[in-house]
Nanobody
Framework: QVQVVESGGGLVQAGGSLRLSCTASGRIFQLTMGWYRQAPGKEREPVARITTTGITNYADSAKGRFTISRDNDKNSVYLQMNSLNPEDTAVYYC??????????WGQGTQVTVSS
């Protein structure tokens, strides 16, 4: 059974940084992985994705501020977030990308950015 666990969220002031981590068990880590987020009252949206060979793609809102990376040996994917602003407040999830697997949603990690 696939298990996805996100961590690293928290409360940070505007302009601050956080590094999110995601560990995924099972074979899904042989796929492109991505980070998604869902802000209160909004649809879940993609943030960034990375292929198994390290090719990355970012949402416009993340470009220049966020960096996605992965460690295939550790079945882990990371999201370094810099220059955070209140609009980044959301629950962040990792999943396969660009199409997320419905069975692979974890509990996510809350990121709250105060102004």
């Amino acid at each position: 059974q696939v298990q996805v666990v996100e961590s690293g969220g928290g409360l940070v002031q505007a302009g601050g940084s956080l590094r999110l981590s995601c560990t995924a068990s099972g074979r899904i880590f042989q796929l492109t992985m991505g980070w998604y987020r869902q802000a209160p009252g909004k649809e879940r949206e993609p943030v960034a994705r990375i292929t198994t060979t390290g090719i990355t793609n970012y949402a416009d809102s993340a470009k220049g501020r966020f960096t996605i990376s992965r460690d295939n040996d550790k079945n882990s994917v990371y999201l370094q977030m810099n220059s955070l602003n209140p609009e980044d407040t959301a629950v962040y999830y990792c999943n396969t990308a660009p199409v997320p697997g419905p069975r692979y949603w974890g509990q996510g990690t809350q990121v709250t950015v105060s102004s």
